[in-house]
């Protein structure tokens, strides 16, 4: 039987980006929109990546997954030089999985087909976008926070849905 497809977004699922990028500006002071675009330009984003760390052993279970998934990642980034260092990162730590580099102004769902495919996000707006063209929305929230779309708090909770129904 050929093997569901899985989509993984990065930021916030696989690595703890997130909640470093706003550890920073908040040390750093930084609240306008400008700035903090002048910020995300100024990063390294290989050391960066580095030190966001990943979240709660992710890159293990993404090995577990990949088993049982035709799991890819498929991350936004807001430049080249982030989706380079992004490819170079889990070209290191998962190197037989595929990273799929989605630019800012690109929806998730534009960038591969979604029908059929689970796409784990913690971002409300591409999962429903997602839905909306066939696929399966899953959303990952640390906190385990309610939401409409089926939630887990840990990624090997994949295993454990019955996708079969869920189309
Ligand atoms: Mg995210």
């Not at 908040?26 to 966001?52: A, G, M, P, R, V």
Request: with cysteine.
């Amino acid at each position: 039987m050929q093997k569901r497809k899985l989509y993984l977004d990065c930021d916030g699922v696989i690595l703890d980006t997130i909640n470093k990028s706003y550890r920073v500006l908040k040390e750093k002071n930084i609240t306008k929109d400008s700035e903090i675009n002048k910020y995300y330009q100024s990063i390294d984003w290989k050391e960066f990546l580095i030190s966001s760390g990943e979240i709660d052993n992710s890159i293990s279970k993404i090995k577990t997954l990949s088993n049982y998934f035709d799991t890819k990642i498929l991350t936004h980034v807001h430049s080249e030089k982030e989706g380079n260092a992004k490819k170079e990162y889990f070209k290191e730590v998962l190197p037989d999985i595929e990273v799929i580099i989605v630019p800012k102004n690109i929806e998730k769902r534009d960038m591969v087909d979604p029908d059929g495919s689970i796409l784990v996000d913690d971002f409300p707006p591409n999962l429903e976008k997602w839905e909306e063209k066939g696929g399966i929305p899953v959303k990952f929230s640390n906190s385990g926070k309610k939401s409409t779309f089926i939630t887990i708090t840990n990624l090997l909770e994949l295993l454990e849905i019955d996708f079969e129904n869920k189309e």
